[in-house]
């Protein structure tokens, strides 16, 4: 079983940039595609970004193409999400979760694991 937690949301001003951190615990991140959802109120679950096992493959939204990077870190465990150019439609809380078996789904229900969520706050 896989254990995630996800990091460095906060308040932030329209324009700015976030880098948020998805930490793994239990097994090694390297066996799972790892994606970035969010959620805002009264909305339904979107994806933002997913990337492949070796991270030689990258999926972004449309919300958020050109504005944000997938990265990993497998020997640290981590999968970072660089948010550049925040917008308040950006506003949502910020999940991270791991794929067995799909390298690069934008689909949440491929997904086995997730975190509980960071929030994001972008202000106009």
């Known amino acids: 079983q896989v254990q995630l937690v996800e990091s460095g949301g906060g308040l932030v001003q329209a324009g700015a940039s976030l880098r948020l951190s998805c930490a793994a615990s239990g097994r090694t991140i390297s066996n799972y595609g790892i994606g970035w959802f969010r959620q805002a109120p009264g909305k339904e679950r979107e994806f933002v970004a997913v990337?492949?096992?070796?991270?030689?493959?990258?999926v972004y939204g449309d919300a958020v193409k050109g504005r944000a990077t997938i990265s990993r870190d497998n020997a640290k465990n981590t999968v970072y999400l660089q948010m550049n150019s925040l917008k308040p439609e950006d506003t949502a809380v910020y999940y991270c979760a791991a794929a067995a078996a799909w390298a690069t789904s934008q689909y949440s229900k491929y997904y086995d694991y997730w975190g509980q969520g960071t929030q994001v706050t972008v202000s106009s």
């Open positions: 990337i492949s096992r070796s991270g030689g493959t990258t």
